[in-house]
């Protein structure tokens, strides 16, 4: 093979080329058609064509004339000659002009051509479309496929139902090809006409359209398109190029025509930039103009009201007028970048405004208007800070001298007061201290009163217009404090004197109430214990109490002691009063307690104990007769709870093992129930004895772990399942006789139930019963075990009873003997055929009979189409139905 190497500068031929996809005979039949049409509409330039693509091309003359044709240059002059060299001469001048031209050939060479390779042939004609048809397109600095394709979609953008992603399947509903027509010649096409669900109208209409009025032939088949999963993209691309060359010459007349409205446009733009700039520098100009003026005006007020609303008008300034001027100085030098940038772009001169309206000019404005605007702005500042400071000074001696004058008031005449001569020993600390407190109050408060002697000074310095009233007012002060320091010190020495006089008394007070409470206390515990009510449950705990009794009996001597010793310090107390003349005012400050309350307790003591002895020796007894109670219940209940659950293991493994026939079981169960019922005269003694402990309120027992409860249960569980097994049998012997089911077949049904029961409960859950079915040779899917649990288990409980497994499994057997007799009856009608006709049956059955057969068999059809004619499973299920069979 030739090897054709050369620049490669246009899109890689062997990304676009896939030869193999050649095989497809859809795309080749495609590609054929298309490559023909396109050679012939360069070829009929020089009066010729083709008609074969593989054929025509052998001799290379036709070859080297449409390369002439589309590349307008003349190649070396071809053979003449019919021999095979000729030819190939001729083909390879052909593919040497043709890689002279950039193009890199691979495994194309002028034997294939000549021998009428198709493949080799359609690749080389592939690759001269792609050098002189597309490589040159160019849109948006994309080129040659990417650029043929950004094309389509720019131009079919504006229409309804069109999306240009590739070219192949985006052109099978033919609006893309319209879309292109209808977007430059407008007047060819109707497009709101066409619809998406037709496309071979759309790509008739295209196909016919080109080729009438825009010289373009047909290239593609509609009904190959459509018909086509994928239409072939060489095929597409090749023929959309010829549109996009169509229409090229009309795009650049257009491209001009928009490119002077352009140009016009931004002059117009321009100029109305220029009218706007001078006229917004202007008004920006007069405004600062009026406003620094304003601004330069420091004349002070003498208010405070009156520099708050200079204030809040230059914040309103600030905050409402100034913003949108702010706003219009920037968008004033935005809009003159903006015009000097397109006029720059332009190759326009700049823009010169008018005198005294540069943007220099306008920030050398808008610097002073800052200028002026920030000196305003801290005089304004300065002065309220100094008519701030006049007021705050003054509002803060008035505070001041309002808090102090507030605390004073009243203090003269309680420092005055004698309270201290009635008062009790507690009542004097609490009078010292709360004196002490005052005294520490009245040291704090001087530096308030400094304060306020200061602040008056320096609103004098100040020249504060209301100084006369602020100086008497301090004066008024600082007398009244002088006053107060005196009498404080006169109420503290009499406070010292009258608090040692008491001291003494009220060490006695504190004794009495140190020893008292605790007594006091003793005594109240002491009754309350007494009086108690014990609750017991045994023998032990009523001991238990008895001994603390005793214990307490041993401790009343020595509190008898400490009562007589409590009592001589109340004595002592009342000595000491009637001796010094000393004004009591109240009882004992440290306790309630007196010696009347003491005594009367202690009273009470005393008569409670024996009382307190009698009530133990009472419960005593009681507690004896319940330890009775309790060993004759546990006696009687340690026997009858173990006889029962032996009974209910040995009915469970009656009804479980296989010794003898059902009758044999079953009359073993019944002797099973007599000895039960038999049993039932002890339930009733324990009942009785239960009943006993229940009277005497005996809530536990440590000799048995069982209840009445468990025995109660026990019992009635028994009782429902010997019952129940006895019942099961006696089912299993009627399904035995009603079935025909051998002794045999039931011991084997019992041997698998009992295999597959895990937890020999007598019952198997669902997977149990599914995995036995499947040891029994059943083939299941989830519908046939579905069915067969419904039938089971129909009240959908999970579980299979052994009685509905022999049920089930008698039912299986007698469907097995029923499909064998259908088919022995199937064999006699049909005879050597394999299907039964309606007139055998009305020969061979009864008329009623044969007539129901055939209504039945009506719907079904037979072999080869008979109506009638019936195989064996169609015979089986028109009698019997499917599910049966």
Same mark, same amino acid.
């Given at each position: 093979?030739?090897?054709?190497?050369?620049?490669?500068?246009?899109?890689?031929?062997?990304?676009?080329?896939?030869?193999?996809?050649?095989?497809?005979?859809?795309?080749?039949?495609?590609?054929?058609?298309?490559?023909?049409?396109?050679?012939?509409?360069?070829?009929?330039?020089?009066?010729?064509?083709?008609?074969?693509?593989?054929?025509?091309?052998?001799?290379?003359?036709?070859?080297?004339?449409?390369?002439?044709?589309?590349?307008?240059?003349?190649?070396?002059?071809?053979?003449?000659?019919?021999?095979?060299?000729?030819?190939?001469?001729?083909?390879?001048?052909?593919?040497?002009?043709?890689?002279?031209?950039?193009?890199?050939?691979?495994?194309?060479?002028?034997?294939?051509?000549?021998?009428?390779?198709?493949?080799?042939?359609?690749?080389?004609?592939?690759?001269?479309?792609?050098?002189?048809?597309?490589?040159?397109?160019?849109?948006?600095?994309?080129?040659?496929?990417?650029?043929?394709?950004?094309?389509?979609?720019?131009?079919?953008?504006?229409?309804?139902?069109?999306?240009?992603?590739?070219?192949?399947?985006?052109?099978?509903?033919?609006?893309?090809?319209?879309?292109?027509?209808?977007?430059?010649?407008?007047?060819?096409?109707?497009?709101?006409?066409?619809?998406?669900?037709?496309?071979?109208?759309?790509?008739?209409?295209?196909?016919?359209?080109?080729?009438?009025?825009?010289?373009?032939?047909?290239?593609?088949?509609?009904?190959?398109?459509?018909?086509?999963?994928?239409?072939?993209?060489?095929?597409?691309?090749?023929?959309?190029?010829?549109?996009?060359?169509?229409?090229?010459?009309?795009?650049?007349?257009?491209?001009?025509?928009?490119?002077?409205?352009?140009?016009?446009?931004?002059?117009?733009?321009?100029?109305?930039?220029?009218?706007?700039?001078?006229?917004?520098?202007?008004?920006?100009?007069?405004?600062?103009?009026?406003?620094?003026?304003?601004?330069?005006?420091?004349?002070?007020?003498?208010?405070?009201?009156?520099?708050?609303?200079?204030?809040?008008?230059?914040?309103?300034?600030?905050?409402?007028?100034?913003?949108?001027?702010?706003?219009?100085?920037?968008?004033?030098?935005?809009?003159?970048?903006?015009?000097?940038?397109?006029?720059?772009?332009?190759?326009?001169?700049?823009?010169?405004?008018?005198?005294?309206?540069?943007?220099?000019?306008?920030?050398?404005?808008?610097?002073?208007?800052?200028?002026?605007?920030?000196?305003?702005?801290?005089?304004?500042?300065?002065?309220?800070?100094? /008519? %701030?400071?006049? $007021?705050? &000074?003054?509002?803060? @001696?008035?505070?001041? =001298? #309002?808090?102090?004058?507030? *605390?004073? +008031? !009243?203090?003269?005449?309680?420092?005055?007061?004698?309270?201290?001569?009635?008062?009790?020993?507690?009542?004097?600390?609490?009078?010292?201290?709360?004196?002490?407190?005052?005294?520490?109050?009245?040291?704090?408060?001087?530096?308030?009163?400094?304060?306020?002697?200061?602040?008056?000074?320096?609103?004098?310095?100040?020249?504060?217009?209301?100084?006369?009233?602020?100086?008497?007012?301090?004066?008024?002060?600082?007398?009244?404090?002088?006053?107060?320091?005196?009498?404080?010190?006169?109420?503290?020495?009499?406070?010292?004197?009258?608090?040692?006089? /008491? %001291?003494?008394? $009220?060490? &006695?007070?504190?004794? @009495?109430?140190?020893? =008292? #409470?605790?007594?006091?206390? *003793?005594? +109240? !515990?002491?009754?309350?214990?007494?009086?108690?009510?014990?609750?017991?449950?045994?023998?032990?705990?009523?001991?238990?109490?008895?001994?603390?009794?005793?214990?307490?009996?041993?401790?009343?001597?020595?509190?008898?002691?400490?009562?007589?010793?409590?009592?001589?310090?109340?004595?002592?107390?009342?000595?000491?009063?009637?001796?010094?003349?000393?004004?009591?005012?109240?009882?004992?400050?440290?306790?309630?307690?007196?010696?009347?309350?003491?005594?009367?307790?202690?009273?009470?003591?005393?008569?409670?104990?024996?009382?307190?002895?009698?009530?133990?020796? %009472?419960?005593?007894?009681?507690?004896?007769?319940?330890?009775?109670?309790?060993?004759?219940?546990?006696?009687?209940?340690?026997?009858?709870?173990?006889?029962?659950?032996?009974?209910?293991?040995?009915?469970?493994?009656?009804?479980?093992?296989?010794?003898?026939?059902?009758?044999?079981?079953?009359?073993?169960?019944?002797?099973?129930?007599?000895?039960?019922?038999?049993?039932?005269?002890?339930?009733?003694?324990?009942?009785?004895?239960?009943?006993?402990?229940?009277?005497?309120?005996?809530?536990?027992?440590?000799?048995?772990?069982?209840?009445?409860?468990?025995?109660?249960?026990?019992?009635?569980?028994?009782?429902?399942?010997?019952?129940?097994?006895?019942?099961?049998?006696?089912?299993?012997?009627?399904?035995?006789?009603?079935?025909?089911?051998?002794?045999?077949?039931?011991?084997?049904?019992?041997?698998?139930?009992?295999?597959?029961?895990?937890?020999?409960?007598?019952?198997?859950?669902?997977?149990?019963?599914?995995?036995?079915?499947?040891?029994?040779?059943?083939?299941?899917?989830?519908?046939?075990?579905?069915?067969?649990?419904?039938?089971?288990?129909?009240?959908?409980?999970?579980?299979?009873?052994?009685?509905?497994?022999?049920?089930?499994?008698?039912?299986?057997?007698?469907?097995?003997?029923?499909?064998?007799?259908?088919?022995?009856?199937?064999?006699?009608?049909?005879?050597?055929?394999?299907?039964?006709?309606?007139?055998?049956?009305?020969?061979?059955?009864?008329?009623?009979?044969?007539?129901?057969?055939?209504?039945?068999?009506?719907?079904?059809?037979?072999?080869?189409?008979?109506?009638?004619?019936?195989?064996?499973?169609?015979?089986?299920?028109?009698?019997?139905?499917?599910?049966?069979?």
């Amino acid at each position: 093979m030739d090897q054709y190497d050369g620049d490669e500068d246009y899109m890689p031929q062997e990304d676009d080329w896939d030869r193999d996809l050649l095989l497809d005979p859809a795309w080749e039949k495609q590609q054929r058609k298309t490559f023909t049409a396109w050679c012939n509409s360069h070829l009929r330039k020089a009066g010729t064509q083709i008609e074969n693509i593989e054929e025509d091309f052998r001799d290379g003359l036709k070859l080297m004339l449409l390369l002439e044709v589309i590349s307008g240059e003349r190649l070396a002059k071809p053979e003449r000659g019919k021999m095979r060299v000729h030819k190939i001469s001729n083909v390879n001048k052909a593919l040497d002009f043709i890689a002279s031209k950039g193009v890199k050939l691979v495994s194309i060479g002028a034997e294939e051509i000549v021998d009428g390779n198709a493949k080799m042939t359609l690749g080389m004609i592939w690759t001269i479309i792609l050098r002189f048809a597309i490589q040159d397109i160019s849109v948006e600095e994309t080129s040659a496929k990417e650029g043929l394709l950004l094309w389509c979609q720019r131009k079919t953008a504006p229409y309804k139902n069109v999306n240009i992603q590739n070219f192949h399947i985006s052109w099978k509903d033919g609006l893309g090809f319209c879309a292109l027509i209808h977007r430059h010649r407008p007047e060819l096409i109707d497009y709101g006409k066409l619809r998406k669900d037709d496309p071979m109208t759309n790509l008739n209409t295209a196909f016919d359209v080109a080729e009438k009025y825009l010289d373009i032939p047909k290239m593609l088949d509609a009904e190959d398109i459509i018909s086509t999963l994928r239409p072939d993209e060489k095929a597409v691309m090749t023929y959309v190029s010829c549109y996009y060359h169509a229409f090229s010459g009309k795009q650049k007349a257009e491209t001009a025509a928009n490119r002077i409205c352009k140009v016009l446009a931004v002059n117009q733009e321009n100029e109305q930039l220029m009218e706007d700039y001078e006229k917004l520098a202007s008004d920006l100009l007069e405004w600062i103009r009026r406003t620094i003026p304003w601004l330069e005006n420091r004349l002070p007020e003498n208010t405070m009201q009156a520099m708050q609303q200079k204030l809040e008008d230059f914040r309103d300034y600030r905050r409402l007028h100034k913003p949108p001027k702010v706003q219009e100085k920037c968008q004033l030098e935005i809009n003159f970048n903006t015009l000097q940038t397109k006029l720059r772009l332009s190759n326009r001169p700049a823009f010169m405004p008018s005198e005294g309206k540069m943007v220099s000019d306008i920030n050398n404005a808008w610097g002073n208007l800052e200028g002026a605007e920030k000196g305003y702005e801290e005089w304004l500042l300065n002065e309220i800070r100094r /008519l %701030e400071r006049l $007021d705050h &000074l003054a509002e803060k @001696f008035r505070q001041k =001298a #309002a808090i102090h004058e507030a *605390w004073t +008031e !009243g203090k003269e005449e309680m420092l005055q007061k004698r309270d201290y001569e009635t008062a009790s020993l507690s009542e004097i600390k609490a009078l010292l201290k709360k004196h002490e407190a005052f005294e520490s109050d009245l040291a704090a408060h001087q530096d308030r009163v400094e304060q306020i002697a200061a602040i008056a000074q320096e609103l004098n310095e100040l020249d504060y217009y209301d100084s006369p009233s602020v100086n008497a007012r301090c004066q008024r002060i600082c007398d009244q404090w002088d006053a107060l320091g005196a009498l404080t010190q006169k109420r503290s020495e009499a406070l010292q004197r009258t608090e040692k006089l /008491l %001291e003494t008394i $009220d060490q &006695l007070y504190l004794e @009495f109430a140190k020893r =008292a #409470a605790p007594f006091n206390n *003793w005594m +109240e !515990g002491a009754m309350e214990d007494l009086q108690d009510t014990f609750i017991v449950h045994t023998i032990e705990e009523i001991q238990g109490l008895s001994t603390a009794h005793e214990q307490f009996k041993a401790t009343l001597p020595e509190a008898d002691k400490e009562r007589q010793a409590i009592l001589g310090i109340h004595n002592e107390i009342a000595k000491i009063v009637q001796t010094y003349h000393v004004n009591m005012a109240g009882t004992n400050p440290y306790t309630t307690i007196n010696p009347q309350e003491i005594n009367a307790k202690w009273d009470k003591v005393r008569q409670l104990v024996p009382q307190r002895d009698q009530a133990l020796i %009472e419960e005593h007894a009681r507690q004896q007769n319940n330890e009775r109670l309790r060993r004759q219940f546990a006696n009687q209940a340690n026997v009858i709870g173990p006889w029962i659950q032996t009974k209910m293991e040995e009915i469970g493994r009656i009804s479980i093992e296989m010794h003898g026939t059902l009758e044999d079981q079953l009359t073993h169960l019944r002797q099973y129930e007599k000895s039960i019922v038999n049993y039932k005269p002890k339930i009733d003694q324990l009942e009785g004895d239960h009943q006993l402990i229940q009277e005497a309120l005996i809530f536990d027992n440590k000799h048995t772990n069982y209840t009445m409860e468990h025995i109660r249960v026990g019992w009635e569980q028994l009782l429902t399942t010997i019952a129940r097994t006895i019942n099961e049998i006696e089912n299993q012997i009627l399904t035995r006789d009603a079935k025909g089911i051998s002794q045999e077949q039931l011991n084997e049904f019992r041997a698998s139930f009992n295999h597959f029961d895990r937890k020999r409960t007598g019952i198997m859950d669902a997977e149990d019963f599914k995995t036995c079915l499947i040891s029994m040779g059943y083939n299941l899917g989830e519908n046939e075990f579905s069915r067969i649990m419904s039938i089971v288990d129909p009240n959908r409980m999970g579980i299979v009873t052994f009685q509905a497994f022999i049920d089930f499994m008698s039912r299986e057997t007698a469907d097995t003997d029923t499909a064998d007799q259908v088919m022995a009856s199937f064999k006699v009608l049909a005879g050597d055929k394999n299907y039964i006709l309606a007139d055998e049956l009305r020969r061979e059955l009864p008329p009623d009979q044969a007539d129901y057969c055939i209504a039945r068999m009506a719907p079904y059809t037979g072999p080869d189409g008979v109506p009638g004619a019936l195989d064996y499973m169609s015979f089986s299920t028109a009698l019997y139905g499917e599910s049966d069979l």
